[in-house]
């Protein structure tokens, strides 16, 4: 199992582009969360998927929206991009049926500059 | 609000010292804390839960709802525990996970 897994790794994009993210949770699990790292900074909790529907979301705006499949992979789309959304995005996967011991899986990250 | 608090952005202690990383969190409900860390290269991983109160690696860390805080311990420090770590709060049957800003712990032979 390759855990979770991320793509593209890195991603240059002019402000104003629309960019696509994307992440397949690890093997098992049925829910992933999108977060964002500034530099510097903690893990910002963007929003959680679960059977395809947006679950919870965090203190972003509606330029950044989501999709889950349902082989529970997602994607994460951001318009209009602003050089304030440069930073790394990290997936999340965990399983929905877990005892309260809430345990997420992070993926590697994509880097995503705005110039 | 709900927020983590690390005071300390870099810590640096001698192998074989004891470390303590310090989280503090703002929440009125009933809080699940853990603390993640990030090797260097290697993605964000869950280390410990304190609705588990287990100890990895020889770290502990004990919730002391009086003083809100969730600190990380451990008696005698490895090279290899030099990493990053992160405090998490997870909000009461939520799926919100607020990180605090990372503690960078260096511990030097």
């Known amino acids: 199992d390759a855990g979770v897994t991320q793509s593209p790794t890195h991603l240059i994009k002019t402000r104003g582009q629309q960019v696509t993210l994307r992440c397949s949770p690890k093997?098992?699990?049925?829910?992933v969360s999108w977060y964002q790292q500034a530099l510097g900074q903690g893990p910002q909790f963007i929003f959680q998927?679960?059977?395809?529907?947006?679950?919870q979301r965090g203190n972003f705006p509606d330029r950044f929206s989501g999709h889950q499949f349902p082989n529970y992979s997602s994607e994460l789309n951001v318009n209009a991009l602003l050089l304030g959304d440069s930073a790394l995005y990290l997936c999340?996967?965990?399983?929905?049926?877990?005892?309260?011991?809430?345990?997420?899986?992070f993926g590697p990250g994509t880097r995503l500059t705005v110039t | 609000a709900q927020r983590v608090t690390q005071p300390e952005k870099l810590l640096s202690v001698f192998k074989g010292a004891p470390v303590e990383l310090k989280c503090n969190y703002s929440?009125?409900?009933?809080?699940?804390l853990f603390w993640y860390v990030q090797y260097s290269r290697q993605r964000l991983q869950l280390l410990l839960r304190?609705?588990s109160r287990e100890s990895i690696k020889g770290f502990t860390a004990d919730l002391n709802k009086g003083e809100t805080s969730f600190h990380l311990k451990k008696p005698f420090a490895q090279e290899e525990d030099s990493a990053m770590y992160y405090c998490?709060?997870?909000?009461?049957?939520?799926?919100?996970?607020?990180f605090g800003a990372g503690t960078r712990l260096t511990v030097k032979p």
């Open positions: 304190h609705i």
């Open positions: 929440y009125s409900g009933s809080p699940e």
């Open positions: 093997s098992g699990h049925d829910t």
């Open positions: 999340a996967s965990s399983f929905s049926w877990q005892p309260s011991s809430y345990e997420q899986y």
């Open positions: 998927y679960y059977e395809e529907e947006e679950r």
């Open positions: 998490a709060l997870r909000l009461y049957n939520n799926n919100d996970m607020r």
